[in-house]
């Protein structure tokens, strides 16, 4: 079962949230940085700009329809498996979506995406701040969780842009 109080060792709660803090960057910062890669694949693939779009709508779509259940999951065993889903639904999609030869491909990876950024957004990373720090810490964690989202974004966007100039958008896209 999952504790619901706070740890009241001092250093055990920081090492969550900068692991949580981590996991943000990792999720927000590659899914604000795809509009980057839509030119080279479709441009690459032959395809048009609905085909990245739709698979753009279906990863919010998935993003939003996952949380809930990630969050239910979360409660039920624990964040960090959930955590783990989340990094194999990342490694699937953006792989998919790297090495996509059809439309069905691209949007399944995209989907994939989705389901990753909702088992490793804010919902499952700030409930696990809230059960680790104290009612008085809670408002700083979530101020450093959001903020990293946001670093992420920050970090991403240069980064992807250097990857795809150096190494081509499919690879660029397996690296982030």
């Not at 980057?36 to 441009?43: A, K, M, N, Y």
């Not at 889903?85 to 059809?102: D, E, V, W």
């Not at 490793?120 to 009612?135: C, N, Q, W």
Request: charged share 10%; with cysteine.
């Amino acid at each position: 079962q999952v504790a619901t109080t706070p740890s009241r060792d001092l250093s055990f709660p920081w090492l969550i949230i900068i692991a949580g803090c981590f996991v943000a960057i990792l999720t927000i910062g590659p899914r604000s940085a795809l509009g980057l890669f839509q030119l080279p694949l479709i441009s690459e693939r032959g395809w048009d700009r609905q085909t990245f779009g739709l698979a753009i709508a279906l990863q919010n779509l998935f993003w939003g329809l996952g949380q809930p259940f990630f969050g239910a999951i979360a409660d039920k065993y624990g964040s960090w498996k959930v955590l783990l889903l989340s990094a194999i639904f990342f490694a699937l999609g953006f792989g998919l979506m790297a090495t996509a030869t059809t439309p069905i491909l691209l949007h399944l990876g995209g989907s994939m995406v989705g389901l990753g950024i909702g088992a490793g957004g804010f919902g499952i990373i700030l409930s696990a701040f809230a059960r680790h720090v104290t009612p008085e810490q809670r408002s700083f964690a979530f101020g450093l969780g959001t903020a990293a989202g946001s670093a992420g974004m920050f970090i991403f966007a240069p980064l992807s842009q250097e990857f795809i100039a150096r190494f081509g958008w499919s690879q660029a896209l397996l690296v982030i």
